[in-house]
C-alpha cells in the first residue's frame, strides 16, 4: 500500500508540475491524485470506521483555507469591480525607468502583504500597460514585480497562501509572523531592485501613445475610495479578529465579505439592474479564480494521505539524519518551491513537523514561511505570481531564467542570510 501511495503522490506531483507541457491543468491532476490516495488507502486500511474519521479532520482543516481564500479573493475582485485600485495606481507618475522601478517594487511589495501576491501580480502588471510601450520595459518590470509581490506575500499571514495555511494551521501567529520576516522580506527585495536600477539607470519612460478612447465603466470616486478604503481594512482587520475573539480566520473573512456586500448594496440600491450589475458582490463571486480554489483542494487532500500513513514523519526524520542541520533543510525546501508548486510543499512540510515537536513561532515554520514564499520567485513557474506575469506578459521560462532567475535568487538568499543573523 505505502509503495502505491507514494507512486501515486509523485506521478500527481509530476503531472502538476509539469502542467504546461503536457497542457492538462493542475486542478485535474490534484483532484485525481487526492481521489486515488484516498482510494488506495482506504482499501489498503481496511478500517472504515477509522479512515472516515481521518478523512473528517482532513476536511475540517481544508475547508478552513477555503473558505478564508474565497472570502479574501472574492472582496478584491469587488473592489477591483469599483476600479478601486486606481486609488494607488494612478499616483505612480514618473519620467524615469529607474524611479518608476522602485515605485512599483514597493508598491508592489506592501500591496501584496495586504491582498495576496497573485491579484498584486495582475494588477500591477495590467497597470504596467497603461505606463510602459516598450516590451523590454515592461519584461524587466513584471520580472521585479513577481519578485517583490512573493516577497511582500512572505511577511504576512494574508499575503502568500502558504503563510496563511502555516497562520490557519497554528504553526505562526500574525505579530510574531509579521515581526520576523518583515526585514528579511525586504531585504529579498530591495537587493534584486538595487541591481536592476542600476542596469536601467539612465533611461526614460517610454509611455504608450493614448488611443483617445474612454474607459468602457466608470465608477466615482466616493464609491471607488469607499470600497479600496473599506475592503482594505476588512483584509487587515482579520488578524486582529483572530487574536480578540480566538475564532478561526475565516470566520472572520466572511463577516467582513458580509459587511462590504450590505455596503455595495446600500451605496448601488437606487441604480438601474443593467448598471449595477457588474458592481454586485454576486458578479465578483462569479469572477474569482475557482481552478486555483480547486487546486488546493486536491493538493491538500493529497498530502493528507502522505501525513495520515506517517510517510511524511518518516522523511522528516531521514531529513535531519541525512542533512542534520534546519536552515539547510528548509532552505532546500524553498529553493525546490521554484521548481514544483510551494502549496503542496508546505502542505508537507507541515505533515512532516508536528506542533508538539516545533510549536507556534518556532524557527522552523517561521524560516519555512520565508523560504517558500521568495523561493517560488527562483522561477517563473514557482508561484502563482509568476504563472500570471509568464500568461499577462508572454514571458518565456528561458528569458526568465536568463534576465530574472539570478536577481531572485540574490534577493533570497540575501533575505535568508538576514533571518538567520536576527535569530543567531
Known amino acids: 500500500m505505502l509503495t502505491a501511495i507514494a507512486l501515486i503522490f509523485v506521478c500527481a506531483y509530476l503531472a502538476i508540475a509539469l502542467e504546461h507541457p503536457l497542457g492538462i491543468n493542475k486542478s485535474a491532476s490534484a483532484l485525481i491524485g487526492a481521489g486515488l490516495l484516498w482510494t488506495v488507502y482506504a482499501l489498503g486500511m481496511g478500517n472504515a470506521q477509522l479512515v472516515s474519521e481521518q478523512l473528517g479532520e482532513t476536511l475540517m482543516g481544508t475547508a ?88 511582500g506575500g512572505a511577511w504576512t499571514p494574508i499575503g502568500d497562501v502558504t503563510t496563511t495555511m502555516l497562520w490557519i494551521g497554528g504553526q505562526i501567529t500574525s505579530l510574531a509572523i509579521m515581526k520576523a520576516l518583515f526585514l528579511p522580506s525586504v531585504v529579498s527585495l530591495l537587493v534584486p531592485l538595487a541591481v536592476t536600477a542600476y542596469l536601467l539607470r539612465g533611461l526614460p519612460v517610454v509611455a504608450p501613445p493614448r488611443d483617445g478612447g474612454e474607459a468602457e465603466f466608470h465608477t466615482s470616486a466616493f464609491e471607488r475610495n469607499l470600497m479600496f478604503f473599506l475592503g482594505l481594512a476588512i483584509l487587515v482587520a482579520v488578524p486582529a479578529f483572530k487574536t480578540v475573539t480566538h475564532l478561526p480566520p475565516f470566520l472572520g473573512i466572511l463577516f467582513g465579505l458580509g459587511l462590504l456586500w450590505l455596503v455595495g448594496d446600500l451605496v448601488h440600491r437606487k441604480k438601474e439592474d443593467l448598471h449595477k450589475q457588474r458592481l454586485t458582490l454576486v458578479h465578483a463571486l462569479s469572477r474569482i479564480d475557482m481552478a486555483s480554489i480547486v487546486f488546493f483542494i486536491g493538493i491538500l487532500l493529497a498530502v493528507a494521505t502522505l501525513e495520515h500513513t506517517h510517510m511524511l514523519a518518516s522523511l522528516a526524520g531521514w531529513l535531519d539524519q541525512t542533512i542534520g542541520r534546519q536552515d539547510l533543510i528548509v532552505m532546500s525546501i524553498g529553493l525546490a518551491s521554484a ?86
Open 339 to 424: 521548481v514544483v508548486d510551494n502549496v503542496p510543499l508546505v502542505a508537507a512540510a507541515m505533515g512532516m513537523y508536528s506542533l508538539q515537536t516545533y510549536p507556534t513561532d518556532h524557527f522552523l515554520w517561521e524560516f519555512l514561511a520565508y523560504c517558500a514564499g521568495t523561493g517560488g520567485s527562483i522561477l517563473i513557474i514557482g508561484s502563482a505570481a509568476g504563472v500570471a506575469a509568464m500568461g499577462l506578459e508572454r514571458i518565456s521560462f528561458g528569458w526568465y531564467l536568463k534576465h530574472i532567475s539570478g536577481l531572485a535568487l540574490l534577493g533570497y538568499l540575501a533575505g535568508a542570510a538576514v533571518y538567520l543573523i536576527e535569530m543567531a
Open 64 to 151: 478552513q483555507i477555503v473558505f478564508f481564500l474565497m472570502g479574501a479573493m472574492t472582496i478584491v475582485e469587488l473592489v477591483d469591480a469599483h476600479n478601486g485600485f486606481d486609488v494607488i495606481t494612478s499616483r505612480i507618475k514618473t519620467a524615469r525607468l529607474t524611479s518608476l522601478m522602485w515605485l512599483v517594487g514597493i508598491v508592489t511589495f506592501f500591496l501584496s502583504a495586504i491582498l495576496d501576491n497573485l491579484t498584486t501580480t495582475i494588477v500591477m502588471v495590467s497597470l504596467l500597460r497603461k505606463l510602459l510601450h516598450k516590451q523590454d520595459d515592461r519584461l524587466f518590470f513584471a520580472g521585479i514585480i513577481v519578485i517583490a509581490a512573493n516577497a
